[in-house]
């Protein structure tokens, strides 16, 4: 059973980049599957930011303007978030999560709220 | 703005049937994946691949997409069903609907 778990600070300063890390257990972050980061402002829809696949190759979402850098740690089994220039709109849960491109979205993590401060 | 067109909102007398459209041109091309998100929860799959169950999801799950429309429906609705519903699809990258809000009277 793969277990997906985010870590990082909980609050950013606006103007300043969020970081979070995303931690796979019980697979192997090289195969056949997409990590990616979903997100998820309070009292709204999911929103996705971007995938990353074991090679390095990456998809985002364009309307993040190139906010959005994407790593993979295949040695320590894990993928991270960058995202730069936050504003207080930045401020969400943001879910970690492993996509098959024709299965769906079969794991995701607990999620974790950032909040950005002015 | 959403590539996914989903109703904000659904609702369903007790023990009927709810469906959950979402839009997109030519959506029956491609694999829709549907979601279950309870609140303060992360989403959990209950439709994977237009119409398939994951195990552990009750069978009053079902789904169907067919030309610009993907359905899921619900069948014989409990409390419990009561979540937000979003839909999913991949096309060199991840594409989530808006999100329906289904209230179980």
């Known amino acids: 059973q793969v277990q997906l778990k985010e870590s990082g600070p909980g609050l950013v300063k606006a103007s300043g980049t969020l970081s979070l890390t995303c931690s796979v257990s019980?697979?192997?972050?090289?195969?056949?599957?997409?990590w990616a980061w979903v997100r998820q402002p309070p009292g709204k829809g999911l929103e996705w930011l971007g995938e990353?696949?074991?090679?390095?190759?990456?998809n985002d979402n364009p309307s993040l303007k190139s906010r959005v850098s994407l790593f993979i740690d295949n040695s320590n089994n894990r993928f991270s978030l960058r995202l730069s220039s936050v504003t207080a709109a930045d401020t969400a849960t943001y879910y970690c999560?492993?996509?098959?491109?024709?299965?769906?979205?079969?794991?995701w993590g607990q999620g974790t709220l950032v909040t950005v401060s002015s | 703005s959403y590539e996914l067109t989903q109703p904000r909102s659904v609702s369903v007398a007790l023990g009927q049937t709810a469906r959950i459209s979402c839009g997109r041109d030519n959506i029956g091309g491609q694999y829709v994946h549907w979601y279950q998100q309870k609140s303060g929860q992360a989403p959990v799959m209950v439709i994977y691949?237009?119409?398939n169950r994951p195990s552990g999801i009750p069978e009053r799950f079902s789904g169907s997409n067919s030309g610009d429309t993907a359905t899921l429906t619900i069948n014989r609705a409990q409390v419990e069903d009561e979540a937000d519903y979003y839909c999913?699809?991949?096309?060199?990258?991840?594409?989530f609907g808006g999100g329906t809000k289904l209230t179980v009277l």
């Open positions: 999560a492993r996509i098959d491109i024709n299965w769906g979205i079969d794991s």
């Open positions: 999913q699809l991949w096309n060199s990258g991840t594409v």
């Open positions: 019980g697979d192997s972050i090289t195969g056949s599957h997409w």
């Open positions: 990353i696949y074991d090679s390095g190759s990456t």
């Open positions: 691949r237009d119409n």
